[in-house]
């Protein structure tokens, strides 16, 4: 809160009761007090808004579905008749997820309804001022509000109740039958922490529907197959809270094209078909409903809706030990836990602070950095462009900042941009043939990156666009002992002399034929990444298993592969990068090539940038006072501040098992002037964990360029 300039601090017990009389402060060690904290009336304030509308709303008026030309919506059909329109926006809470399906066209919209409860009192014999704060009371799951001189208190129990599981959901807005047993919990909680409402006469129990969706965020944005279709709804019991700022964005997607900052958490474009089971979306809404008032520790993964997405290897990896997460449904291990080490222990292992999980990941880094380790990495998303003749090199080359038309076989790192230069999608791009390319992006960009490319590609044209995901198992090959492993298995020289960096062959390894085998590891670690027909793939993974043997190889995580990529500075879409964030603002110009010879998306910005300076930058940041094993670990979205001033916040951080210290990853941004190294030089940082300032030294490289160019200096300086 303090980062986005709200008031609040953190208050004693005395101070609560001087607050809020009713409120019992003898179990309490404090609370947090938002001062400028507000409540409206929700009925109060859509009348406001429906007065002020310059169009007529129609009530009571059924919406039978979505009219569609040429994948643009034309219309709406209601039981009043036909109405035209060039844009649709599904606001429809509990009912958005039919409506969607019941167009010509069906758009996935994951949410599914919960019953919700809440109770309203008689007033009370001395009414609360108005000024009286709203409280929230999370470890008894309750919040608790003033209510026409009584009060209305309600609360996210661990045990919801999903409804309209079958069939058709209810046609009005209507409260469902009370259940006083169900909302027993509650009750206790409410009075354990009011012990005076005890004698005040209840008016009603409350029970109305609610629509959650599967990551406890609001589903917005256009949908990416019927074009002016938007979506704002599953609000997971914020609406009026959130609905303002949601509107707004909402307002500037359809106006402008995109919301004027970055909402990818919110967009509809995160979520696939895949998370629009009835079944997964149930099962899941009663996983979610509790964890609004859970204590969500760092890493922490969804128990619902798993195993839903899985490798070849996966039945493989889990009886060697592998625990899970999972992204974009797909299953990905975290890290291995050896034979003899305590699993339930591990699996339970929820902190701030130093986790269990550390020495396992510390092992897998040491053999990634000096033997050799295998990270199954085929949940990224994986395309193939194709055309008869040059077209798709044109297209991309127009897509892509980056220069395409290089050599058959090379790996070329780039990203789409959009028109204010900032990343739209990040990816490595191989060149096939002279006629087709190869393109592997980040796990949850399979929807939002498969919109942007049908968006901006020719509509008539011969171009070929293939969603190739499910067709390859990636199996990430890291470590200086990599290049014996691979070199015993296709019985070909492996070398850089051979196989330089950045470079693709398709080879044979073991008995299977095709596999695309590139040198790169995405951790700047040396080593290959395999792309293997998902019917070799376990053949495969057993001949690296058995072959590497004597090369000390073993399993590793994407734990491992975080700690690796982060002391390399290496930034992540989604993580670090977003459509806000240009290539000059962290450091990858030379993943831009303005003087191609094509003209591309976000050029002319660039252009611009180069020439006014940036004015945030991308940094990383080695904690140097703080103390592993007993300070609060630095996670991610961390205040950073510089000679005492806020000026940003961390997006990634991960210990440094090289270095023996934390680094964080973030923004430097700056209002008064470009940022420039001598800026980044001048400044002193720290690093802000849960209140406490840790110091920091910021670097633009790293500190494996820093080792080099001092080695070299070194050198220069004794003569070599």
Same mark, same amino acid.
């Given at each position: 809160?303090?980062?986005?300039?709200?008031?609040?601090?953190?208050?004693?017990?005395?101070?609560?009761?001087?607050?809020?009389?009713?409120?019992?402060?003898?179990?309490?060690?404090?609370?947090?007090?938002?001062?400028?904290?507000?409540?409206?009336?929700? !009925?109060?304030?859509?009348?406001?808004?429906?007065?002020?509308?310059?169009?007529?709303?129609?009530? $009571?008026?059924?919406?039978?579905?979505?009219?569609?030309?040429?994948?643009?919506?034309?219309?709406?059909? #209601?039981?009043?008749?036909?109405?035209?329109?060039?844009?649709?926006?599904?606001?429809?809470?509990?009912?958005?997820?039919?409506?969607?399906?019941?167009?010509?066209?069906?758009?996935?919209? &994951?949410? $599914?309804?919960?019953?919700?409860?809440?109770?309203?009192?008689?007033? =009370?014999?001395?009414?609360?001022?108005?000024?009286?704060?709203?409280?929230?009371?999370?470890?008894?799951?309750?919040?608790? %509000?003033?209510?026409? +001189?009584?009060?209305?208190?309600?609360?996210?129990?661990?045990?919801?109740?999903?409804?309209?599981?079958?069939?058709?959901?209810?046609?009005?807005?209507?409260?469902? @039958?009370?259940?006083?047993? @169900?909302?027993?919990?509650?009750?206790?909680?409410?009075?354990?922490?009011?012990?005076?409402?005890?004698?005040?006469?209840?008016?009603?129990?409350?029970?109305?529907?609610?629509?959650? #969706?599967?990551?406890?965020?609001?589903?917005? +944005?256009?949908?990416?197959?019927?074009?002016?279709?938007?979506?704002?709804?599953?609000?997971?019991?914020?609406?009026?809270?959130?609905?303002?700022?949601?509107?707004?964005?909402?307002?500037?997607?359809?106006?402008?094209?995109?919301? =004027?900052?970055?909402?990818? &958490?919110?967009?509809?474009?995160?979520?696939?078909?895949?998370?629009?089971?009835?079944?997964?979306? %149930? @099962?899941?809404?009663?996983?979610?409903?509790?964890?609004?008032?859970?204590?969500?520790?760092?890493?922490?993964?969804?128990?619902?809706?798993?195993? =839903? %997405?899985?490798?070849?290897?996966?039945?493989?990896?889990?009886?060697?030990?592998?625990?899970?997460?999972?992204?974009?449904?797909?299953?990905?291990?975290?890290?291995?836990?050896?034979?003899?080490?305590?699993?339930?222990?591990?699996?339970?292992?929820?902190?701030?602070?130093?986790?269990?999980?550390?020495?396992?990941?510390?092992?897998?880094?040491?053999?990634?950095?000096?033997?050799?380790?295998?990270?199954?990495?085929?949940?990224?998303?994986?395309?193939?462009?194709?055309?008869?003749?040059?077209?798709?090199?044109?297209?991309?080359?127009?897509?892509?900042?980056?220069?395409?038309?290089?050599?058959?076989?090379?790996?070329?790192?780039?990203?789409?941009?959009?028109?204010?230069?900032?990343?739209?999608?990040?990816?490595?791009?191989?060149?096939?043939?002279?006629?087709?390319?190869?393109?592997?992006?980040?796990?949850?960009?399979?929807?939002?990156?498969?919109?942007?490319?049908?968006?901006?590609?020719?509509?008539?044209?011969?171009?070929?666009?293939?969603?190739?995901?499910?067709?390859?198992?990636?199996?990430?090959?890291?470590? &200086?002992?990599?290049?014996?492993?691979?070199?015993?298995?296709?019985?070909?020289?492996?070398?850089?002399?051979?196989?330089?960096?950045?470079?693709?062959?398709?080879?044979?390894?073991?008995?299977?034929?095709? /596999?695309?085998?590139?040198?790169? #590891?995405?951790? +700047?670690?040396?080593?290959?990444?395999?792309?293997?027909?998902?019917?070799?793939?376990?053949?495969?993974?057993?001949?690296?298993?058995?072959?590497?043997?004597?090369?000390?190889?073993?399993?590793? *995580?994407?734990? !491992?592969?975080?700690?690796?990529?982060?002391?390399?500075?290496?930034?992540?879409?989604?993580?670090?990068?977003?459509?806000?964030?240009?290539?000059?603002?962290? *450091?990858?110009?030379?993943?831009?090539?303005?003087?191609?010879?094509?003209?591309?998306?976000?050029?002319?910005?660039?252009?611009?940038?180069?020439?006014?300076?940036?004015?945030?930058?991308?940094?990383?940041?080695?904690?140097?006072? $703080?103390?592993?094993?007993?300070?609060?670990?630095?996670?991610?979205?961390?205040?950073?501040?510089?000679?005492?001033?806020?000026?940003?916040?961390?997006?990634?951080?991960?210990?440094?098992?090289?270095?023996?210290?934390?680094?964080? =990853?973030?923004?430097?941004?700056?209002?008064?002037?470009?940022?420039?190294?001598?800026?980044?030089?001048?400044?002193?940082?720290?690093?802000?964990?849960?209140?406490?300032?840790?110091?920091?030294?910021?670097?633009?490289?790293?500190?494996?360029?820093?080792?080099?160019?001092?080695?070299?200096?070194?050198?220069?300086? /004794? +003569?070599?």
């Amino acid at each position: 809160l303090r980062m986005k300039g709200i008031p609040c601090e953190i208050i004693t017990p005395k101070h609560v009761a001087e607050l809020h009389p009713l409120i019992n402060i003898h179990d309490l060690v404090g609370a947090m007090y938002v001062p400028d904290d507000a409540v409206v009336s929700t !009925a109060d304030v859509t009348l406001a808004l429906v007065n002020a509308a310059q169009q007529k709303v129609h009530e $009571h008026t059924t919406v039978n579905h979505v009219l569609v030309e040429k994948g643009h919506v034309s219309g709406v059909d #209601t039981d009043r008749g036909q109405v035209e329109c060039e844009y649709f926006v599904n606001c429809a809470g509990q009912w958005a997820y039919e409506l969607g399906l019941s167009n010509e066209s069906p758009v996935s919209i &994951p949410l $599914h309804a919960c019953e919700h409860f809440y109770l309203l009192t008689q007033p =009370l014999q001395s009414p609360l001022q108005d000024t009286t704060p709203t409280v929230v009371d999370p470890d008894g799951r309750i919040y608790i %509000r003033n209510w026409q +001189g009584g009060i209305l208190s309600g609360g996210f129990e661990k045990n919801p109740k999903p409804i309209f599981t079958e069939g058709r959901n209810q046609l009005e807005i209507q409260n469902l @039958h009370e259940d006083w047993d @169900h909302f027993e919990p509650l009750l206790t909680a409410l009075l354990r922490r009011m012990p005076s409402l005890e004698q005040l006469e209840i008016l009603r129990l409350v029970n109305c529907p609610e629509a959650f #969706t599967p990551d406890m965020r609001c589903v917005m +944005g256009e949908s990416p197959t019927l074009l002016h279709y938007f979506t704002l709804a599953g609000m997971n019991s914020q609406g009026c809270s959130l609905g303002g700022g949601a509107g707004k964005f909402l307002a500037e997607w359809m106006v402008y094209g995109y919301p =004027l900052d970055n909402v990818w &958490p919110l967009d509809i474009k995160r979520f696939g078909a895949l998370q629009s089971s009835r079944t997964f979306l %149930r @099962h899941r809404v009663m996983e979610v409903m509790p964890l609004i008032y859970d204590l969500k520790v760092p890493r922490w993964d969804f128990q619902t809706g798993r195993q =839903l %997405r899985t490798s070849p290897l996966y039945d493989r990896l889990d009886t060697q030990g592998a625990r899970w997460m999972e992204k974009h449904g797909f299953e990905r291990a975290k890290y291995f836990v050896p034979p003899g080490k305590d699993l339930l222990a591990l699996d339970q292992s929820k902190t701030f602070y130093k986790p269990d999980w550390f020495d396992i990941v510390g092992s897998e880094v040491k053999c990634c950095k000096e033997a050799v380790c295998v990270i199954d990495m085929s949940s990224f998303t994986k395309f193939e462009i194709s055309s008869p003749g040059d077209q798709a090199l044109e297209t991309l080359q127009y897509l892509f900042s980056n220069d395409l038309d290089v050599p058959v076989g090379h790996i070329v790192h780039t990203g789409m941009l959009n028109e204010g230069g900032g990343y739209e999608n990040d990816c490595s791009i191989v060149r096939i043939n002279k006629r087709s390319f190869f393109m592997i992006s980040p796990t949850d960009q399979q929807v939002h990156c498969w919109s942007w490319l049908r968006e901006h590609m020719p509509s008539s044209s011969d171009l070929f666009l293939e969603d190739v995901t499910w067709k390859y198992t990636a199996l990430n090959l890291i470590g &200086p002992r990599a290049v014996d492993v691979l070199s015993e298995l296709s019985y070909a020289p492996m070398t850089p002399e051979h196989f330089p960096s950045l470079f693709c062959k398709e080879m044979s390894v073991g008995y299977a034929n095709g /596999i695309r085998v590139m040198s790169m #590891t995405h951790t +700047g670690e040396p080593g290959f990444t395999l792309y293997i027909p998902i019917e070799y793939a376990l053949h495969v993974y057993n001949e690296l298993m058995s072959v590497g043997q004597k090369y000390g190889i073993r399993n590793a *995580g994407y734990y !491992a592969l975080r700690s690796l990529r982060i002391e390399k500075f290496f930034a992540f879409w989604g993580q670090d990068l977003d459509a806000f964030t240009t290539p000059l603002e962290c *450091g990858r110009e030379f993943r831009v090539k303005l003087d191609k010879g094509y003209d591309f998306i976000g050029r002319e910005a660039l252009l611009k940038q180069r020439k006014e300076g940036i004015f945030k930058r991308f940094t990383m940041f080695i904690l140097e006072d $703080h103390d592993t094993d007993l300070d609060l670990w630095p996670w991610w979205g961390e205040p950073i501040y510089r000679n005492g001033e806020h000026v940003g916040k961390t997006t990634s951080s991960a210990y440094s098992y090289t270095l023996g210290r934390h680094v964080c =990853l973030g923004f430097i941004h700056s209002n008064q002037q470009p940022i420039t190294p001598e800026f980044i030089n001048r400044g002193e940082y720290h690093i802000d964990i849960a209140g406490q300032r840790f110091k920091a030294k910021a670097k633009l490289y790293p500190f494996s360029s820093l080792f080099t160019l001092r080695r070299r200096k070194d050198e220069m300086d /004794i +003569g070599f």
